[in-house]
């Protein structure tokens, strides 16, 4: 995992009602796939791609207000944003400049001197799935376990784990609420697990300056299927262990999901501010 030479910070304002109807012209809208609602990091994934190019910016995170109608987009990106702009002048769509609101395109270049021991906030949203290695027992359908391979709630996947037997539940909502019989395991517990195990060797996780700041359970359209799961925000702080990796994870992300919204690392100034002569 080699890290890029430069890394930087984008941030453009996002109408989303003009995402909603570019992405209904556009044949990526709501419609497409059934019960899955307007999946708006998708369409935010292909009006990227279609921009930029596959990958220019990724990881993204768009933050809107509750009930927002306006919200703002980031993203990171290795291209120099002078460069990036002249490259797609050429190809970008007048719909899509508008769109993107790149006449108020904002930018900076991240620190690229990260150091072992640099204490830092973040504000990372995330879908915290794990991909299982063996069939799991589905307590919505006992006689149908999920299938090895299958994508579930690190959550659910704790808990079964915990009580491999299965659990006892007359919630018909399966991995949400099948969990009552397992040991006390919180959410937020198994998503901080989950994301220790992301950055293992990269970072040091302060749990008790770690929290779940917000969950809910979104659909979302992939691969010609609608998937339901678990949307997480986590606010925390933590201390650099390998400076070179960590420049990895802000330019590639973190988890599963990240071409679609997920996995951007924000940083932001620590609580707990500790005497660094290398800062």
């Keep these: 995992m080699t890290a890029p030479t430069s890394l930087f910070m ?3 304002p996002i109408d989303l009602q003009q995402v909603a109807h570019y992405a209904a012209h556009r044949g990526f809208g709501a419609s497409q796939y059934r019960n899955s ?3 708006e ?5 292909h009006i990227l791609v279609e921009t930029f190019g596959p990958g220019a910016l990724k990881p993204f995170r768009l933050m809107v207000a509750p009930r927002g109608q306006s919200g703002s987009l980031y993203a990171y990106t290795a291209e120099q944003p002078d460069a990036l702009m002249a490259r797609i002048e050429a190809t970008i769509l007048p719909e899509a400049h508008s769109l993107l609101a790149l006449n108020r395109l904002a930018w900076r270049a991240m620190p690229d001197d990260w150091h072992v021991g640099r204490r830092l906030a973040f504000d990372i949203r995330v879908r915290p799935v794990v991909r299982v290695h063996a069939p799991v027992a589905n307590p919505r359908k006992p006689d149908t376990p999920y299938k090895k391979g299958a994508e579930l709630d690190a959550w659910f996947v704790a808990k079964s784990r915990a009580n491999p037997e299965g659990p006892r539940t007359h919630e018909d909502n399966a991995e949400a609420n099948a969990v009552t019989d397992a040991p006390s395991l919180t959410r937020e517990d198994a998503y901080i697990d989950w994301l220790v195990q992301r950055l293992e060797g990269i970072v040091e996780l302060d749990r008790s300056l770690t929290r779940l700041a917000h969950f809910r359970r979104t659909r979302a359209a992939r691969s010609g299927r609608s998937i339901e799961g678990p949307d997480a925000t986590l606010h925390g702080e933590c201390r650099i262990i390998d ?7 802000l330019a590639r992300g973190i988890g599963r999901h990240k071409a679609y919204g997920y996995g951007m690392l924000m940083l932001r100034p620590p609580q707990r501010v500790d005497i660094d002569p290398g800062v």
């Design 243 to 249: 400076p070179a990796r960590f420049a990895c994870c």
């Design 37 to 39: 609602g307007f999946d």
């Design 41 to 45: 990091g998708r369409a935010l994934h």
């Design 10 to 12: 984008l941030h453009m």
